[in-house]
Every structure is written in structure tokens, then in C-alpha cells.
């Protein structure tokens, strides 16, 4: 080690702080931009906000074990390879430093292992990882460049990364071939070694050391100064993010405080509700475009931009970052770059939120524009201004609907819910009530309640929770929905209720909590799997009919429901998965207002998931969502005349039917 002096390590020393106060300054630069966005939920992201916030299992997981990078082998494995070299290569080189203050680190198992094992698989891993993501760089997938937007700079700190890789492995050659008593576990730099003495003798070895230490320790704390001010920030961003990530799955919108008193607004200060620019979003929104790899991982999953809509989330995503990096916070062009018809595409599916490798949730961000259009600018496409209107003015949002709210239960008897004698309330909600196809699902359901037992009754009127109003941004007209529907259920006493679509539940167990609600709210299929787990229903066994099942959103992705369905299923009849199932299932087109919006582009969204659903060769296509089965029925109708869709309760009411002669 004495052939470099003792002060190029003070040399060193300095130019690795120096680094490190550039890896800095670049950290801090992203933090001021992200500090200019709103508080999040109410709290600023702070250090001990983050303490409050920190979701263990996501920055485990997703952050550090890049877990959902593994969804695709091949670039996950890679991944994983580059990020165990880099972990390697820290600890060793960071142990190295040991040999500066006198110690012998070389000696014995520890510097076997950790210093010439170790560094030396940590040099080929690195290597071979990062050569993988250069070579894909130079032949990249349609999403890199999908969306409008392909990230500049990773080649370039990928092929530098090589280089820094390269120069290690010669200066580590260089060492072992100035060194008269070489080594052999450090099994390549021993081989360059043997090949760098068939040119040099040990002196001019000695004098390529230092050289090559040098050209190594530059390059070295090159790349360390530029982390942060380039996409490798992402190593740290992306954990980081991982780490706020909302501990329920889905979309998590912020609520909005109506409760102003107009007359304290400062006079120069217009209310505003949603985004219209950077400095509308919160701080949580503008961390997650920061950290976002225009990987465009999600523009692949997204049902509207997979149908040839104008919507991309990477758009969204990168649009942001370039604005945030412009430092255009008040530019509220912003809002009109990214298109009104774009923002009302998304259908709120999620799968955005599922697939981002670094838990960034475009969903949120690209709802958090629509509410601006919807609540500032009053612009939003006419069919869905319709139903909003409907909405408005008659608390639901089929526009010009011919059915009667008490159609679905002519000639059955339903009982009224009775407070403190019936149990469950069966929330009938909008899409029941007023599309004919998805009355028939409350009749099954009435059937198995029945049939098991079950306490129940119903509203004399029909009522919507105000999902379409809220998914459409019209957030006003959700929260005076849902505290009149709070009002009546705490006036009749109701502590448990079931419902029949995926989205009247998660309004009731996700947002109407935060405006006063305290029941619990079951799905119509979880109820079924209970019933049939505690042999309350009896169903005529024996079927070998294939059935394959959609997964609604609302209930997979948002509320990690996917195994209570499959049981129900399994008990009437063969399940079959389609490519796209569980939480990585394929929306059905309806969900953030698009069942009265969702045309144009190259495709129904409904279409495609239909031809999937075709392509397993089921005889039947369950769901468990009365949207999901209007919008795939809708679909099916296209194909065949046949009926082939149904909803859970359908197939399991046809059985308790059988037996019943
Ligand atoms: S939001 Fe996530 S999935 Fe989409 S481009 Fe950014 S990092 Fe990739
Ligand atoms: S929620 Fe679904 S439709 Fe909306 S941006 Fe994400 S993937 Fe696309």
C-alpha cells in the first residue's frame, strides 16, 4: 500500500467530502422544490412527519427490496444483481478506509472475504447489471419512451458506471501486479494482473497504480458529486418515496375543507380548489415526481392510454418533474399541457399505483386536476357534465333513465330496514336502481339472504353514496351526498351494511369515515364467502361449467380484496384466471365517471378486457361489481347474444334456486 503515498489519501479524503457536499446540495435543491407544494393530509413531509408517516413494509419491500421491480424477472433480477455489486462495493471500499488509520484490513478472513471476495463480486455484479440496463438503454421498450417523454441521462451514468467498474479492476490489477507476493482469491485482478505483467515489470506496475488509483478515485467521486443532481437520485428518491407511501393500497384522495368562512379569505386571495400548477399539488405529489423514472411502467398497465386515449401517467409524472425542474411552480399552463381530455380518461383504476417500481401514485396527482377543472373552471366533457348535473339535481347520475327507484323489487317481497331489530343494511346504491342489468344482482342477492338466514332490510328510497360525483371531481357535491346519507344512517342507528358495488364500498370504508361515519361496511361477495364458510347456504354442487372472474378495481387494487370472490366461485363452478387477475387485473373502463364518459381512442376499454375474458374459453364471466358487470355485459352483448356475464351473487343465487325447485 505504500506505493501511494500517505498524503493522495488526504487527497482523497477531500475530494470525497467535497462530493459528498455536492450529493448534498443537490438532496437539498429537490427538497426546497418539494417543500413548495401543499401539506399532505394536513402535514408538511417533514423529518418527524416522515417518523409519523414511515410505512415499514413499503420501504422494506418496495424500497429497498425492489420488489416490485421483481414483477419482471428479467429486469428485476438484473436489478437486484447491480444493486447487491453497489452494496458490496460500498461496505468494502468504506472498510478500506480502515487501512488508513494503520490497520492491516488485507489480513486474514475479514479483508478474504470482504475485501478481495467481496469487492471483486461486487465489481463483476455491478458490472453485469449495469451493462444490462445500458444495452437496454441503447435498444430501449416502447414505455422508456412512451408517454412523450424519454429521460435523458441514465446512459450516460450507466456507461460511466462501467468505466468507474473498469478502472477498478484495473487499478486493482495494477496493485496485484506491483505486489511481488501476489493473490489469488482476488481471481480477476489477479488474472489482469498476470496480463498487465506480461507489459509492465513491477516498477512501471507500481507507476500504473497510481495512475489508475487516481483516474479510479476522480471518476469515483465524480459520480458521487452528480447523484443527486441527475436520475440516479432515484437511489435515494425511490425509497424514500417507498417510505411515505400511504399505508392503504389505492387511491387516497386529501379532503377538501368547505368549511371556509368567506368573509376572513383575504381579499387578494381566490379560493381555488384542486391543481392547476405545481404549487396547487401537495408535498407528497411533488416528492413523487421527483422521484419518478419515466420508466413508464404505468403508461403499459393504464386501460386508457393501452386504448389510445390521450392519457399517459408517465406524462403527468415527467410534465411535472420538467416543470418542477424549471422551477415553474405558479405556471398554471400546467393544467392545459396535460389536457382535459387526458385528465378525464382515467378511469381511477389503480394499476398506475400497483406497478410504480418507486410507490409513486399518478392516480392522485391526475384526480387532483380534474377536481380543478370540475370545481374551478366548471369544464369537464359533456357526458360526464350530464351526469354531474343529474347529480346535482337529483342525486344520481343516470341522466334520462326510465327505470323507477322501486322497479328492482316489484314482485319480490324486500324488507325495510327496521332500527334496532334488522342487523345489515342492504344498500341498494344508483346503478342498481337505475340500470336494468344490475336490478337483477340485488334480486339474487335478496334471494341469498333470504335463503341463509340473514338479518337485512333496505331504504324505502334509494340512495347514491356520491362516488361518481367525487371520482368525477366534483368533491362539493360528494361531501353534501355523504353527510346527508351519514345523517340518516346514524338517525336510524345502522351499524353494518352490505353493498353491491365495488365503489358504494370503498366510499363508505375509505372516505365517509373522515366525515363522521362509524359502521362497518361488508362487499356483497365477501358477505356470500362468509355465509357459505359457515354452511349457511346450500348450494347443488357437481358443475364442471367454466367461470372465469374479473377482478373490479375498487375491490382488488384499492381494497385488496381478490380470495373471498374465488372461494364463491369454487363453490358454484371450475375458476379460470384470465393473464390479467388479482390486483394486476384489467379494468373494465367504468371506475372515475368514464361509465358516462370513456369513448374515444382506439378501443373500449370494456372490449379488450372482454376479448380477454373470450380468450380464457369459459362459459361465463363473473364480477362482483354491479358497474363491472354493466359495462362487460355491455361489451358481451358485441360478441354474442348469449348472457355471459354475471355477478357472483347471480351464479350463486341460480344454485340455492336449483335446490329450491
Ligand atoms: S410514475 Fe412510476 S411507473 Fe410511472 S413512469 Fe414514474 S416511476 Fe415509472
Ligand atoms: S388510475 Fe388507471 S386509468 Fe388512471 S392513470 Fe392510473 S392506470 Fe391510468
Not at 99 to 124: A, H, P, Q, S
Amino acid at each position: 500500500m505504500d506505493i501511494i503515498p500517505t498524503y493522495s489519501y488526504f487527497i482523497l479524503a477531500a475530494m470525497l467530502l467535497l462530493a459528498l457536499f455536492s450529493f448534498v446540495v443537490g438532496l437539498n435543491k429537490h427538497r426546497q422544490r418539494i417543500e413548495r407544494g401543499k401539506p399532505w393530509f394536513g402535514e408538511k413531509i417533514t423529518v418527524t412527519g416522515a417518523a409519523a408517516r414511515f410505512n415499514k413494509s413499503s420501504f422494506v419491500h418496495r424500497g429497498l427490496m425492489t420488489s416490485r421491480l421483481l414483477k419482471r424477472p428479467i429486469a428485476g433480477t438484473f436489478h437486484g444483481i447491480m444493486f447487491i455489486g453497489a452494496l458490496l462495493l460500498i461496505f468494502g471500499h468504506a472498510v478500506f478506509a480502515l487501512d488508513f488509520i494503520g490497520l492491516n484490513v488485507y489480513e486474514g478472513w475479514f479483508g478474504t472475504v470482504f475485501l478481495k471476495v467481496g469487492r471483486e463480486l461486487g465489481g463483476i455484479l455491478l458490472f453485469t447489471g449495469v451493462a444490462f440496463f445500458l444495452i437496454r438503454r441503447l435498444n430501449p421498450p416502447e414505455r422508456l419512451h412512451a408517454g412523450e417523454h424519454s429521460r435523458a441521462g441514465f446512459e450516460h451514468g450507466e456507461a460511466f458506471l462501467l468505466l468507474i467498474v473498469i478502472a477498478g479492476f484495473l487499478t486493482e490489477g495494477f496493485r496485484l501486479a506491483a505486489e511481488v507476493s501476489g493473490s489469488n482469491s482476488e481471481f480477476l485482478g489477479t488474472a489482469i494482473g498476470g496480463l498487465l505483467l506480461s507489459v509492465f515489470d513491477h516498477e512501471g506496475a507500481a507507476s500504473g497504480l497510481q495512475l489508475m488509483w487516481w483516474i479510479h478515485a476522480l471518476m469515483g467521486c465524480t459520480f458521487i458529486a452528480l447523484i443527486s443532481h441527475g436520475p440516479f437520485v432515484h437511489m435515494i428518491l425511490g425509497p424514500t418515496n417507498s417510505a411515505f407511501a400511504n399505508s392503504r393500497p389505492g387511491i387516497n384522495l386529501p379532503p377538501i375543507n368547505f368549511d371556509f368562512d368567506e368573509d376572513e379569505e383575504e381579499e387578494d386571495e381566490e379560493l381555488s380548489f384542486g391543481a392547476a400548477k405545481l404549487a396547487d399539488l401537495s408535498q407528497k405529489n411533488l416528492l413523487d415526481a421527483t422521484a419518478c423514472l419515466w420508466c413508464g411502467r404505468c403508461h403499459e398497465v393504464c386501460p386508457a392510454a393501452q386504448t389510445g386515449k390521450d392519457l399517459s401517467p408517465k406524462k403527468v409524472m415527467a410534465t411535472c418533474a420538467e416543470y418542477m425542474a424549471e422551477d415553474k411552480f405558479d405556471d398554471d399552463s400546467l393544467i392545459d399541457v396535460l389536457g382535459l381530455d387526458a385528465i378525464f380518461a382515467c378511469t381511477s383504476c389503480a394499476a398506475c399505483v400497483e406497478e410504480c417500481p418507486v410507490s409513486n401514485n399518478p392516480a392522485e396527482v391526475v384526480l387532483e386536476f380534474r377536481r380543478h377543472f370540475v370545481m374551478d373552471r366548471s369544464e369537464m366533457p359533456e357526458t360526464m357534465a350530464a351526469a354531474n348535473r343529474n347529480l346535482e339535481s337529483r342525486e344520481h347520475p343516470f341522466v334520462g333513465t326510465s327505470s323507477n327507484p322501486q322497479d328492482w323489487r316489484k314482485n319480490i317481497e324486500v324488507p325495510l330496514f327496521e332500527p334496532g331489530e334488522t342487523e345489515y343494511l342492504l344498500w341498494i346504491g344508483c346503478s342498481v336502481t337505475y340500470e336494468e342489468r344490475a336490478q337483477e344482482i340485488a334480486r339474487a342477492m335478496v334471494r341469498i339472504l333470504d335463503a341463509a338466514g340473514v338479518s337485512y332490510g333496505i331504504f324505502e328510497e334509494p340512495r347514491c353514496t356520491g362516488d361518481p360525483a367525487k371520482m368525477m371531481g366534483n368533491e362539493m357535491q360528494f361531501v353534501e351526498m355523504a353527510e346527508a346519507n351519514i345523517e340518516e344512517f346514524k338517525a336510524q342507528n345502522i351499524q353494518k351494511v352490505i353493498t353491491l358495488c365495488a365503489h358504494c364500498y370503498n366510499s363508505f370504508d375509505r372516505y365517509y369515515p373522515e366525515l363522521g361515519a362509524n359502521w362497518v361496511t361488508v362487499p356483497h361477495t365477501v358477505l356470500i364467502e362468509q355465509l357459505l364458510a359457515q354452511g349457511k347456504l346450500t348450494l347443488a354442487g357437481g358443475t364442471d361449467e367454466k367461470i372465469t372472474f374479473h377482478d373490479p378495481c375498487y375491490l382488488a387494487r384499492h381494497n385488496n380484496i381478490v380470495d373471498a370472490p374465488r372461494a364463491v366461485i369454487a363453490s358454484v363452478g371450475q375458476l379460470i384466471e384470465m393473464p390479467r387477475s388479482g390486483k394486476g387485473s384489467f379494468c373494465c373502463g367504468a371506475g372515475g365517471g368514464n361509465y358516462w364518459g370513456g369513448q374515444g381512442g382506439t378501443a373500449r376499454i370494456s372490449d379488450v378486457r372482454m376479448q380477454e375474458a373470450f380468450d380464457t374459453g369459459a362459459d361465463k364471466v363473473a364480477t362482483s361489481c354491479s358497474f363491472c358487470n354493466l359495462m362487460l355485459s355491455a361489451s358481451s352483448t358485441r360478441h354474442s347474444e348469449d348472457r355471459l356475464v354475471y355477478d357472483v351473487a347471480e351464479l350463486v343465487a341460480e344454485k340455492i334456486t336449483i335446490i329450491d325447485g
